[in-house]
């Protein structure tokens, strides 16, 4: 297996076959070596520098059923909020005060979220934050959507294809969902001049190692500036909940694995890892991640943006626990960025934002 890890530093491609070699015979040593790799790629490109981005949960409210996801429009136990602009500016307010100069401003396809009230809101952090990326993870939106939010200023997207197969797809989301729809939104994001962020789940129900290969093979394709991957965890309160979590290894494998692939792409340490391991966030990094994306939301409604059970929101995964998040940082080596860290390809743009 070595050799095939050495080959994928070297040319940044396997043939399926080699990945399916990969992803089914390591062990705990290999797996050491794959994220030392991709740590020593990581380290050329980026230094021992962590970007943060400050993350807001700007609403809970869901048309969508995706059958893994605790916020779907089918759990009646979720208490239903939605920030208001005001206090979306204040959370950017409180963010820039603390060093963060990138807002994700995430949440469920919410219909009170017209297009409008997105382009609005865009406008007006762009206005009082003219030094800062905006990056949105709103789900699927019409192509003229995207380019509005765009020319109001924001400046990348988060939308995970989750996977690429049709029939693993229908799988995880209910009938009036579409994959063709999701890639096209891919697509467009990626036309538009959007930092486009796609990725998976590790160990969704019913995944399999062709998946995860045709899933390496569309990142590939696509070649996204950011790549986010991180384990299924489930919720207790969703059709899902019977099944176990991904794996940590095989999560931080495949962290390596994109890293070795995308040298430079922008690739979290989930909250999702740190949710799955105590030290799972620091493991991510070990293994070639370099973003982290600590709470901004407003404390009280960050236990209602539960996409899983137990989702890690205190402490280093906060905004206000920075200083613990550095402490861990130092602990193995790296320190936090507050650079707004856009993609290295895309930094020639940056003044135009
Ligand atoms: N509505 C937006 C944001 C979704 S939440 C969108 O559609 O993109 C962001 C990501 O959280 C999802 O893309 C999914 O990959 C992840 N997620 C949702 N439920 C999860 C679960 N049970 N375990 C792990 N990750 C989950």
Not at 196 to 215: F, H, K, L
Not at 299 to 317: F, T, V
Request: hydrophobic letters at 30%.
């Amino acid at each position: 297996m070595i050799q095939w890890v050495d080959k994928l530093r070297e040319q940044r491609k396997l043939q399926p076959e080699e990945l399916r070699l990969l992803l089914t015979e390591y062990d705990a040593g290999q797996l050491e070596y794959i994220n030392r790799q991709a740590r020593e790629v990581c380290q050329q490109q980026f230094g021992n520098k962590i970007y943060i981005r400050g993350l807001i949960e700007i609403s809970n409210c869901c048309r969508n059923n995706c059958y893994y996801c605790g916020i779907r429009k089918g759990n009646p136990h979720v208490k239903r909020y939605r920030l208001s602009e005001e206090s979306i500016l204040a959370c950017c307010r409180q963010g820039y005060d603390l060093g963060f100069r990138t807002f994700v401003l995430q949440g469920g396809e919410d219909p009170a979220l017209t297009d409008e009230r997105i382009e609005k809101l865009v406008s007006s952090i762009r206005q009082n934050y003219p030094d800062c990326a905006i990056t949105l993870s709103l789900g699927e939106k019409s192509r003229e959507a995207y380019e509005r939010f765009f020319r109001a200023g924001a400046n990348r997207y988060l939308l995970r294809h989750e996977t690429f197969d049709e029939c693993h797809y229908r799988k995880l989301h209910p009938q009036e969902m579409s994959l063709p729809h999701r890639l096209q939104c891919l697509q467009d994001l990626k036309e538009i001049g959007y930092q486009t962020g796609t990725g998976i789940m590790v160990g969704s129900p019913w995944q399999t190692v062709e998946n995860i290969i045709e899933d390496i093979l569309y990142i590939e394709r696509l070649k996204p500036e950011m790549i986010g991957i991180g384990p299924f965890l489930p919720h207790s309160d969703t059709p899902l909940s019977g099944y176990s979590a991904g794996s940590l290894e095989l999560t931080l494998l495949l962290l390596s694995i994109f890293r070795l692939m995308h040298p430079s792409a922008l690739i979290p340490s989930t909250t999702a890892l740190a949710t799955l391991s105590p030290d799972g966030r620091q493991r991510g990094i070990l293994a070639g991640a370099n973003v982290v994306m600590p709470n901004l939301s407003p404390p009280d409604e960050r236990c209602n943006y539960a996409l899983y059970d137990n989702k890690a929101s205190l402490g280093a995964e906060s905004a206000e626990g920075l200083a613990i998040l550095q402490k861990q940082l130092q602990e193995i080596g790296y320190e936090i960025s507050k650079e707004r860290g856009d993609s290295p390809s895309q930094t020639i743009t940056k003044d135009k934002s």
